[in-house]
């Protein structure tokens, strides 16, 4: 399997990048309780710093905004991920647990405060590549309504598209099912390459920490 950004995209946005990991022989389970804590403690502890300071004003996601907008994307319309969390967070409306790889991808999306996306990799049909999408690519999300994608991010396989910053889809949502994965890491393009390393090997590591298995990386500009 091969990873790529459209031409189209890197014209763009110059300096876009993402970090991929692919897991494989994972077991996805319910949360260890270490993780369901943290996860709810780093809510509560980020609810009281929204009080001083607007989601929009957080330069990461400041930056994830003009991004939307270079690509023909209303950020006010449509959120990426990462800044629909924290949108959240400061309504007090905190994220409950789903299962372990859904926990672990929001944690980090909120750590490092950019958007993250993680597929069951048996799902996935040829090559990913990202793109800013047509009028012609659509699906059903997990949140159980059609997207469609003209004029925003895209992940696509030779099935179509299954993934963005936004919503992903149902056809390769990640399961108790699942034993192998992938993950894109939205990264931001203002950082540099060693630091994209450094988040990709912290989200890997702990992953395989939760779900056993093993895991091969790579930044893909």
């Known amino acids: 399997m091969e990873f790529s950004i459209s031409k189209h995209l890197k014209e763009t946005v110059h300096h876009f990048k993402v970090g991929?990991?692919?897991?494989?022989?994972?077991?996805?389970?319910?949360s260890p309780q270490m993780l369901?804590?943290?996860?709810?403690?780093?809510?509560?502890?980020?609810?009281?710093?929204?009080?001083?300071?607007?989601?929009?004003?957080?330069p990461e996601i400041q930056e994830w905004r003009t991004i939307f907008k270079q690509i023909g994307t209303d950020p006010n319309r449509y959120r990426h991920s990462a800044e629909?969390?924290?949108?959240?967070?400061?309504?007090?409306?905190?994220?409950?647990?789903?299962?372990?790889?859904?926990?672990?991808?929001?944690?980090?999306?909120?750590?490092?405060?950019i958007p993250i996306g993680i597929y069951d990799l048996d799902k996935i049909s040829g090559n990913i590549s990202i793109d800013i999408g047509t009028d012609n690519d659509e699906y059903i999300g997990i949140n159980g309504r059609v997207m469609n994608f003209a004029k925003k991010l895209v992940s696509k396989d030779?099935?179509?598209?299954?993934?963005?910053?936004?919503?992903?889809?149902?056809?390769?949502a990640v399961t108790f099912d699942t034993k192998n994965a992938v993950q894109i890491v939205y990264l931001l393009p203002s950082i540099s390459n060693s630091q994209c390393?450094?988040?990709i090997q912290s989200i890997s590591k702990m992953f395989i920490q939760i779900h056993g298995g093993d895991a091969a990386s790579e930044i893909v500009l």
């Open 20 to 30: 991929v990991i692919v897991y494989n022989n994972i077991i996805v389970e319910p």
């Open 36 to 58: 369901k804590g943290r996860l709810q403690f780093f809510q509560e502890s980020l609810y009281f710093d929204l009080q001083e300071t607007p989601v929009a004003n957080i």
């Open 84 to 113: 629909s969390l924290y949108r959240r967070i400061h309504k007090q409306n905190f994220i409950g647990s789903i299962h372990s790889a859904a926990d672990l991808n929001n944690f980090f999306s909120l750590y490092y405060k």
């Open 158 to 172: 030779d099935l179509g598209p299954f993934g963005s910053p936004i919503v992903d889809s149902e056809r390769t």
């Open 197 to 199: 390393e450094k988040i």
